[in-house]
C-alpha cells in the first residue's frame, strides 16, 4: 500500500487555467506539508497542516490555497496558473512530535504551456 | 536563507568505492536529517541526526554532525548501483513543528 498518494502523476495545462492536485497519506500522521521543487532540484516548503489547521504558510502567491478536510488528505489548488509554476509538487507527511522523518509522496509534475 | 549548501554537487564513483557527501548550514538547528531522491520519485528519508549527536551508523551509512562548524556529512559505503540518487541534507531549527530547510542537494553516481 502507498503511505503517501498523490494525484495526478502529471498535469499538463495551460497558463491561466485552475488546477487541483490531491494528497492522502494512510499512515495515521498528524502532519502533512506540501513542498514545490524546481527544475534545479530545489526544494522548499511551501504549507504545513497539523491536524487540519494551517501552521505554515511560506512567501506563497494567495493563487495557491491548500484544504485539509480531515488530517489525512491535503489538497492544493492553484488559481490563474502562470509559467512559473511548472514544477514538480510534493506532498508529505510526518508525526505531530519532533524528530520525526518526513515520508513524500512521488510527487506531481505540473507543466504549464 | 537558511538553505543549506551540499557538496560535491555531483560525484561519480565506482561500484564497491566510498561515497561522502556534505553539507554545510548557516543558523542553529534542532536536527538534522538526510534524504534520498531517486530520478522521478519521491525523497525517503535516511537518517536523522539530534543537535546533541555526533555521528550515527544506519547500515552502510554514517552521518557526522558538527555543530561548532555548521556542517554535517553523509559517508555511504561499499556502493551499489542501486545507490545512484540525489541526496539532500535538511535542517530543522523548530522546537514545535517541523519546518524543514532542504539543501541544494549531491547527486550521485554509481557505475557498475
Known amino acids: 500500500d502507498t503511505a503517501v498518494s498523490q494525484t495526478p502523476k502529471y498535469l499538463v495545462t495551460q497558463m491561466g487555467n485552475d488546477k487541483s492536485i490531491k494528497c492522502e497519506q494512510n499512515?495515521?500522521?498528524?502532519?502533512m506539508y506540501w513542498y514545490k521543487q524546481d527544475s534545479k532540484k530545489f526544494l522548499k516548503i511551501m504549507f504545513s497542516?497539523?491536524?487540519?489547521?494551517?501552521?505554515i504558510n511560506e512567501t506563497v502567491p494567495n493563487r495557491f490555497s491548500p484544504k485539509s478536510p480531515d488530517k489525512a488528505h491535503l489538497n492544493l489548488h492553484i488559481n490563474s496558473l502562470e509559467l512559473g509554476d511548472s514544477a514538480v509538487y510534493f506532498c508529505?507527511?510526518?508525526?505531530?512530535?519532533?524528530?520525526?522523518?518526513?515520508?513524500f509522496g512521488d510527487g506531481t509534475r505540473l507543466s504549464i504551456l | 536563507s537558511q538553505q543549506g549548501e551540499e557538496d560535491p554537487q555531483a560525484l561519480s564513483i565506482q561500484e564497491g568505492e566510498n561515497a561522502t557527501m556534505n553539507c554545510s548550514y548557516k543558523?542553529?538547528?534542532?536536527?538534522l536529517q538526510w534524504y534520498r531522491q531517486n530520478s522521478g520519485r519521491g525523497l525517503v528519508h535516511l537518517i536523522l541526526?539530534?543537535?546533541?549527536?555526533r555521528e550515527k551508523h544506519s547500515g552502510r551509512l554514517r552521518v557526522t554532525l558538527d555543530t561548532s562548524k555548521k556542517s554535517s556529512s553523509l559517508l555511504i559505503t561499499a556502493s551499489r548501483a542501486a545507490d545512484t540518487a540525489s541526496y539532500f541534507c535538511?535542517?530543522?531549527?523548530?522546537?514545535?513543528?517541523?519546518?524543514?530547510?532542504f539543501g541544494t542537494g549531491t547527486r550521485l553516481l554509481v557505475s557498475p
Open positions: 508529505a507527511s510526518s508525526q505531530e512530535t519532533g524528530y520525526q522523518p518526513q515520508h
Open positions: 499512515l495515521g500522521h498528524d502532519t
Open positions: 497542516y497539523n491536524n487540519k489547521e494551517l501552521i
Open positions: 543558523t542553529s538547528i534542532n536536527n
Open positions: 541526526i539530534r543537535s546533541n549527536e
Open positions: 535538511a535542517t530543522d531549527r523548530s522546537t514545535g513543528f517541523q519546518k524543514l530547510v
